[in-house]
């Protein structure tokens, strides 16, 4: 079992930054892929960040490149998603999955196995 565990939401105006930690703990060795997905209210989950933990590769969402990056604290078995420039469109209640295999499709939230139970992300105008 993987538990995780979001933090770092909160309310921001539009221009600025917000740093996401996900904590993971239980069989983290298991771990190949941390994602990062987004659900705006009325709206189905996206996904706008992911990285391969024991290769490094990150993948975005178009609407993400350029402002967000994701990164990994093997030590502290936490990955984060620094986000600059946000903007209204951006609010949303954040949620970090971690997957067992690495698939092509990252951003397919149904491969993930383990959930966090999400962060509010409130970007004002």
């Known amino acids: 079992q993987v538990q995780l565990v979001e933090s770092g939401g909160g309310s921001v105006q539009a221009g600025g930054s917000l740093r996401l930690s996900c904590a993971a703990s239980?069989?983290?060795?298991?771990?190949?892929?941390i994602g990062w997905f987004r659900q705006a209210p009325g709206k189905e989950r996206e996904g706008v960040a992911a990285?391969?933990?024991?290769?490094?590769?990150?993948y975005y969402a178009d609407s993400a490149k350029g402002r967000f990056t994701i990164s990994q604290d093997n030590a502290k078995n936490t990955v984060y998603l620094q986000m600059n420039t946000l903007k209204a469109e951006d609010t949303a209640v954040f949620s970090c999955?971690?997957?067992?295999?690495?698939?092509?499709?990252?951003?397919?939230?149904?491969?993930?196995?383990?959930w966090g139970q999400g962060t509010q992300v409130t970007v004002s105008s």
């Open positions: 999955a971690a997957d067992l295999n690495t698939p092509a499709n990252w951003y397919s939230s149904y491969l993930y196995n383990y």
């Open positions: 239980g069989r983290t060795y298991s771990i190949k892929r």
């Open positions: 990285m391969d933990t024991r290769g490094g590769n990150t």
